[in-house]
């Protein structure tokens, strides 16, 4: 596609299941970033991928936070046991060259966890 | 640890106003990328600028400008005749696009 695309778009979910949330990243990008972002504040960084590998996860809050790119392209952000804190939007952005360069981002998931 | 402060969480003005939005950052970096965001209420952030800790020089992008000064830890953005598309929440990061300050809201009535 041509830009970042997340899906869902909204997420609603209960206290304690697993949500997985997916980022097809502009193709060709090698980097991919988790950010998320709570009302009135600005996104907090999560997790940074630079191919498949997780190059910086320092921002994942808790073991219950995980991410993968198996295969360089498409994410998937993994929250188990999820909590009424969690509920935030997620937002997903790409970029051609890595860090410190021009990111793309997506619309991000809403996810409500009730 | 890295930090970004923007003071003004809202401003309002009237179009064709200048207006300037204020950025200033901590960081213990020698060398450090500084950014300015801008989120529509359509929610996806648009990458507007970066500057590299090296270069002071201002630079200006059409009604846009951005004024760096190291010695202040400041990089203000600066929007010229506000037009009402203008109006969205503005945020500044610092390095990596992993430290953004909390935005300000831009508000432009006609």
């Known amino acids: 596609g041509a830009g970042v695309s997340q899906t869902p778009s909204n997420k609603v979910t209960e206290k304690g299941k697993y949500v997985e949330l997916r980022c097809d990243p502009i193709?060709?990008?090698?980097?991919l970033y988790w950010y998320r972002q709570s009302l009135g504040q600005g996104p907090e960084f999560l997790i940074y991928f630079q191919g498949t590998g997780a190059a910086d996860d320092s921002g994942l809050p808790n073991d219950r936070f995980f991410a993968v790119r198996p295969e360089g392209s498409v994410s998937t952000l993994k929250i188990q046991r999820t909590e009424r804190g969690d509920s935030a939007v997620y937002l997903c952005a790409s970029s051609l060259l890595g860090q410190n360069t021009e990111a793309f981002f997506g619309q991000g998931t809403r996810l409500t966890v009730v | 640890a890295q930090k970004v402060t923007q003071a003004q969480t809202e401003i309002s003005v009237v179009e064709k106003e200048d207006v300037t939005l204020d950025c200033v950052y901590e960081t213990r970096d020698t060398t450090y990328y500084l950014f300015w965001y801008k989120q529509p209420p359509s929610g996806e952030l648009v990458f507007l600028i970066r500057?590299?800790?090296?270069?002071?020089q201002n630079e200006i992008s059409g009604r846009y400008s951005w004024n760096f000064q190291k010695s202040t830890s400041s990089f203000n953005f600066t929007i010229t005749a506000s037009q009402v598309v203008d109006s969205a929440v503005y945020f500044c990061a610092l390095s990596e696009g992993e430290t953004f300050g909390d935005g300000t809201t831009l508000t432009v009535k006609p």
């Open positions: 500057r590299n800790s090296f270069d002071e």
């Open positions: 193709s060709g990008h090698t980097a």
